[in-house]
Structures are given as C-alpha cells and as structure tokens.
C-alpha cells in the first residue's frame, strides 16, 4: 500500500479543500428549513465519490433525505467493505457561544473549526480519500460499497427501511464505520460497544393561558414548577432512574469485566479539567469509565417554558417542556424503555396539569465482537499507524443504527473512529484535528490491506 | 358634574380612538428595543394632557423611561388629587397565541383587544378623559397632578428616585390609581391590600459547554437535572415555601378576618373555567381566595436551558436559567426576602454545579386603609355607577410602589380598578370592555365629587 499513501501524502492540501466544501454546506437534519440543504450535500458527495473512483454513485430518495450509494466491485469473489457514515450534523445552536462560523471552516492551532468537523462529515471524508488513494494507486485490494445518509442526529429513522429495500445492493461481509472517539491520541482504542437511545419529550400543560402570577399565584398549579417535581422524581439521589422496569434487562458485570473495564486510562483531575467541573456526579458505586460505557443514563436535553427574554414578566405560564434522552445498555430495547417512561411520566403526573409525552427517537445498544476478523485487522491497522496496541473500548455514545445492520442486514460492524473527546461534538466550536484527519486516512488504507488479507486466509 | 358626564356621552368615540392611538404603540418596558418607544408614549401622553386641559405638562427624564408629569391647581386651597398610571406595557410575548396583532387594537365583542388595553393604557386613559370631560364642563373641583410611569411592570426602578427628587411638585392629598381589578362587574371592589413581589433570576452551570449527552452522559451533573430539583425544592409538597425564615414576618390571620375576608364571592367551578384547569393547587390549609391574597406564593415564570428547537439534539447543556418570583404579604420585606432566597438557593445547590443568583426587582406588600376619605369617596361612587355596594378586596397582584409611595411621599393610595379578571392581563390576547372603560371615567368623575365635597367637611 507503499503507492498509495504516497497518493495520500501528494493530495493532503486538496483533500482538505474539498473537506471545506463540504463542510460549508449546513446539512442539519433536525431542522426543516435545512431540507434543501441536506439534497445539494448528497449530491456534492456523489460526484464526490464517482470522482473518487467509483464504478457508480447515486443519490437515492427516502421518504426523509436521500442515502448516497456508490461502490466499486474489483473482483466479486473479493471479501466486500461497506462503509457507512453520515452526512448530517447537529445545529449550531447555541450559535453565540462559536468563536468562528459554525459553517465556515477555519484551521487554527493544527484543527479544523467548523460545525461537522468531526462528527461526522470530517471522518466519512476519510474514507472517500482513503478510496481514491487505493484506487489511483492501483492498490484497492478488495469491493467497496459506501451507504451515506443524512439522518443519523435524529435517529436514522429512513435508513432502516431503505436497508430493508435494498439488502442485495448493500450486501457485504463487513460495515465500516468511523464515528466514535478514541480514549486518547495516546492510547488509540476501538469502540467494541455504544449505548442504546431513548429520546422523549414532555409537555406540562397547566390553565389555558398564561396567568398573572399575582391574581393567581398560590392558587393554581404552575406547570414549570410541576415539570421541575417530575424531572426530579425520575433519578433518585442515588444517580439511579426511578422508571419502574427501567434496569430489568441491564446486566449487571461481573468482577472481572468490570476490573479489565477499569483498566482503560482515566485520569480524573484531566476529565473534570476538560469540561470545566469541579465534581463529577453519576449512580453511586460504579466508575466513571462505567458510568459512561456500560450503565444507562437519563439526561435533560433541553426545558423550556413561560417567558425567557430579557428582564421580567409576571407570569404562571401556560405550558413547559422539557427533552429528555436515556442512554441505555446492552439487553435494554428502547421501544419498550420508551413505554415505560411514558407509563411512569403520566403516572407521577398531579391531576392539575395535563401531560403530553411523546417518543422523539431510539435505537438499540451494539456490541460489537473482538474476535471476529475485522477487528483483528483495524487492531492491527491501529498498530501500525500509532505504535500502540488499540484498547477495545465501550463508547458512551450511540449509532442506533449500527444494531439496525445488525438485524436488518446480518452484517456486523467495525467502529474504529479517529475522534477525541476535545473535538466537542455537537457542541458550540467543534473541531477535529488534521492529524487525526490525515492519520486516518492512512489507517483506514492499513484496514484494507490486513482486512483483505486476513479475509482470505 | 351633569354637564362633565353629558361632555363623556358627547365624546365617546373620539376617546376611543385616541386611546387606539395610545395603544398602538409598543411601549415594553421589559425589552431594550422598545426603548425609543418608552420616549414616544411619553410625548404623546404630554400633549394629550395639554389638549385636554392641563396648565403644564411635562416629559421629565430619569434614569431609565421618562415620568409624564401634568398638573391644573385650579385653587391652592383645594385638595389636590394625584393620578398615578403607568404607560409601559408587558411584552406580547407568547406572540403565536394571540387571535390579533398584539399592538393593533380591536373591538369585537363589546371588548377592546390588545396589549395594554386594560393594564395600564386603558385604565389610565379614563383619567386622562374623566378630567378632560371636568375641564371642559367647568366642573373641575379640585386640583388634579398627573404621574404616569413607564417602568411599572419591570418594578419602578427610577420612580422612587423621581419622588425622592420632586417631593414639592408632586405633593398633594392622594394618590388615585386604576391598575387593579375588581371581583366581578356584579360584585365590584375597592383594593384594599396588594401583595409585594420579589423577583429572582438563577442560573445553574455544569461543563463549561455543552457535552455530548452519550460520551458524558452518566457521569457528570447535568444543570438543567439540577436546577429542576433545586426548584423543587423551594415548596414543600403542602404548597408552602421552604426558605427558611419566609413566612416570619406573615401575620396570620384572625379567625373572624378569615371569615371576614371569605366572603368575597368565590364560585370554584367558574374560577376553574375561567383558566382552564380540572383542579386547584396551593398551600394546605387555606381558601383560594387567602391563597391569592393574603398568603406569599412562588412561581417558575419562566425557564429554560439546552436544546429547545425543533427535533432533537442529544446534549447535557452547559447551563439552566429560572426566572422565580415571590408574591408577599403584609409585614414582609421584598430585600429581605431576596436575601433570603439566594441563601437558602446557594445552600442547596450541590457542589457538581455553580449558581449564579440575582434579584431582578421587586416592591412592598401595600394596605390601603378603608376608614380615610378617599376610600369612602370611592366607595359612595362606584356605588352610584354600579348600583351595589363595593367590597373591600385584598389582590393577590402587586403594584410595588404604591408602597413606595407612602414611604417617600407620605401619602396613602386609593385603588379603584375597574378591570375583570377575564381581561387576561399580562397573557396573549388583554382585552377591555368597553362599558370598562366608559364606566370608569363616569365613576372617576363621581369620585372627584364626593373626595372634593367629604373633604372640605
């Protein structure tokens, strides 16, 4: 694979340039006023990938926003890598806090700034230039299929279906994913599980208009105050959730998973330094490292309600709202997480507000197996580029749609990812370093060439 | 005053069409923008007391929006009558839920539909054409000063300094406010207490930006989690306030001022009705008449933190605001109280987060005595107009300084407010009947009657 990193190292700068193009594009899923958006950068990454090398590409519709498709078939008797990433990304908001333009990229201090960065736009690229380097190098040592979509931030909801519709076109033996993080550049690692979701949102209705606060405080039910009670009631002051049912399929780990678990670095004066606490919190007797890899979560993502502007206004608002999501664990389903919440929300409700909670989005917790062949290659792969053994890793974080591949497809996943925790992923200033650009790009070239080979042994 | 009451009958629409005037125009205190509007409202008011017979009338400037001040002293030894109103208006935010454009009057129904109808542009203008109406008859029998402010609903910031500072000029017998409600149209009311306030705002911080909710989720103090179950923890699950040392200063009620003040007609199915609700809440104990006007109340105004758009984004934001007010009773200080809530707010607030905490404004619980004249005054006009007798009425609602008055000025108000609680002050869609309106100028006008004949007795 001499010639092509070689390829690699002669093209960085374009690489780059056209990673800005893409990344100027403000591809957000969750809201609609992107929609347009979402079709220019599917068909910016078509001819991206047709460019690139592909035998075909195409842009092809959902009843949300189109998968890009597109591969290259070297021999059919060849082992078949399907790459999946995503095109969407989080929103700005809350756009006053970015240094730069959210969708502008800037490169400062050896990193990318800009809004997709990272996650994902930054890493799919990867393996678009890691293909045209194998291909213009003559080097490409196995198929490549690349499914792209531009719905992952909201769940995926069209990619199920489409995979449902196109199992022979995607087939393949292996999906290739980079969209995690590694513990460190220090310590490289392969995320060998991710977290299920369970995305609700609630709404506490009290009187049918807002109220003067005077007239009628201390008489009526404020629904701000009485969502704040029922978001209090759904974690005790354990860190445990209080949802009856919650935890009956979490397996709990035995000692010695949770000791060889424990061994990944941690350091927790450098963790509370990075995102600016003085203490940490979490469900009593467990690590963090558990806390975040192998135990449920349940987290207000957003609340609102009654009047927020500047200065003051007298009111028992009518309404309030809060987003809440649930990381869930292996054995947990996220439907059925999804029922009980809702179930236990109504009931801890007070007759003097009405509530109103809806399932916004989920997906199923992933492992994904150490012994199986892509994963000895991507170790390896790792190896090389690194000079370090990569841990297996479990992410705290979710792809609800690796697991969908997973039983709509029967193909595993590899997840090697070249994020790190800095890079601030749907967060105001995101970022991604060109070190972890360019070193993924060459890693993802040893993948190939161990994969294949390791494939045909 | 036939001749006054005749010239109100001659006169009726163009009074209505110069209070359109008055209430087209966007006077929120609350939001820096309307800042040019405060000015303009001012001006209009000046000329529009000149026009309707005032000696001067002037635009004085404060630290923040400008007093209207206008007076005609017909003879130095008269009594003289001090209008007090306010110009400024709550902003029309939640701007989706109104049927109208909220600064474009309307009538239909009888009613006048728009912000500011009723609180305080409707109500302060009947005063403008009461004395009007006295002007042009010749039948003014007192001396009468005008002081309109355009800072009431963000708590009079400049008008304590502006009495402090013109004691002389605004100097007279008492102070005649309408920016109260009376029970019913059947049952009208003469205020005779009003609740102080004290309005807070907290902000609670985690991470120093916004964390992905997967990677962090589990392991870190959420703020908006926190500030929730510091919310909560403010009123106790029998609706009382847990700030230690809140209720010190609340006198309890006598049993016979109890029954006394429960005889205020009180129909809980119309009550419920009227907001749209299956269900009371409130302090154990007490009716919701004593709930709303002798006991303090807390409520969320509003709140908010992380996500709030459209969709989902899966984050553990970096903060959580509130903003929380205190209604108060007789007896209770609004500094102390403000002292009292951040204290017992700090000593709360775990050690995962910062709070941030500050007092927005807030004013003195008032009580306005029923045995001086003006109150008898009062009491004999809005009987002529209504044909029943006015009850004495504790309000739940503030108007902070009219306590300040008494302090500063030395004089006692009298609140003779003609809005009804269907005229959703402060909510989408404040409207005023017109027969309001009508009726309290023809009341007002009896009032000067009867306060200029009982004293001279």
Redesign the interface.
């Given at each position: 694979m001499k010639k092509s990193q070689e390829f690699v190292q002669q093209h960085k700068e374009r690489f780059l340039e056209e990673l800005f193009d893409l990344l100027r594009i403000p591809s957000v899923?969750?809201?609609?006023e992107h929609k347009g958006d979402m079709v220019r950068t599917a068909e910016w990454l078509r001819e991206a990938l047709l460019k690139a090398g592909a035998d075909r590409a195409e842009v092809m519709p959902t009843e949300g926003n189109p998968v890009v498709f597109a591969e290259k078939i070297v021999d059919p008797a060849k082992p078949t890598v399907v790459v999946y990433g995503h095109y969407d990304v989080?929103?700005e908001?809350?756009k006053g806090?970015w240094l730069t333009e959210p969708f502008e990229p800037v490169v400062k201090d050896g990193r990318i700034w800009c809004r997709g960065a990272d996650d994902d736009k930054g890493q799919l690229y990867m393996h678009a230039k890691a293909f045209e380097a194998m291909v213009a190098a003559g080097e490409l040592p196995c198929n490549v299929k690349f499914m792209l979509e531009g719905e992952e931030?909201?769940?995926s909801p069209s990619l199920y279906g489409w995979c449902e519709q196109n199992k022979e076109l995607v087939k393949g033996d292996i999906i290739l994913v980079s969209d995690t993080?590694m513990v460190s550049w220090q310590q490289p690692s392969i995320t060998c599980g991710l977290?299920g979701?369970c995305?609700m949102q609630v709404e506490v209705t009290?009187?049918?208009?807002?109220?003067?606060?005077?007239?009628?405080?201390?008489?009526?039910?404020?629904p701000?105050?009485v969502?704040?009670?029922l978001?209090?009631k759904l974690?005790d002051e354990n860190?445990r959730i209080t949802i009856p049912g919650f935890y009956d399929d979490v397996r709990e780990l035995t000692p010695e998973e949770r000791e060889n678990f424990n061994k990944a670095p941690y350091n927790k004066e450098n963790y509370m330094k990075g995102?600016?606490?003085?203490?940490?919190?979490?469900?009593s007797g467990y690590t963090?490292i558990e806390?975040?890899g192998v135990?449920?979560?349940?987290?207000?993502?957003?609340?609102?309600?009654?009047?927020?502007?500047?200065?003051?206004?007298?009111?028992?608002?009518s309404k309030?709202?809060?987003?809440i999501?649930m990381?869930l664990v292996p054995n947990q389903n996220w439907e059925k997480i999804a029922v009980l919440f809702e179930d236990y929300f109504r009931s801890i409700a007070?007759?003097?507000?009405k509530v109103d909670v809806k399932s916004?989005?989920g997906g199923q917790p992933y492992v994904s197996p150490t012994d199986m062949v892509a994963y000895r290659a991507a170790e390896k792969a790792v190896e090389e580029s690194f000079g370090v053994r990569p841990l297996p890793f479990f992410?705290?974080?979710?792809i609800p749609i690796v697991s969908g591949f997973e039983s709509i497809l029967g193909m595993k996943s590899i997840l090697i990812g070249f994020g790190l925790?800095k890079d601030?992923?749907?967060?105001?200033?995101e970022s991604f370093g060109l070190e972890q650009f360019y070193t993924g790009i060459e890693t993802i070239i040893r993948f190939y060439k161990h994969f294949s080979a390791m494939s045909a042994e």
């Open positions: 899923s969750a809201q609609s989080m929103p908001d809350p806090e931030e909201i769940g993080s977290r979701l995305y009290g009187p049918d208009h807002d109220l003067h606060s005077g007239l009628f405080g201390g008489a009526v039910a404020n701000a105050n969502l704040c009670d978001i209090n974690v860190g995102i600016g606490v003085e203490e940490l919190a979490g469900e963090t806390r975040t135990r449920p979560s349940l987290d207000v993502n957003g609340i609102w309600g009654g009047y927020t502007l500047e200065g003051t206004k007298t009111i028992i608002p309030a709202s809060a987003k999501s990381r007070p007759a003097t507000v916004l989005h992410s705290g974080g979710s925790s601030a992923i749907h967060s105001p200033n």
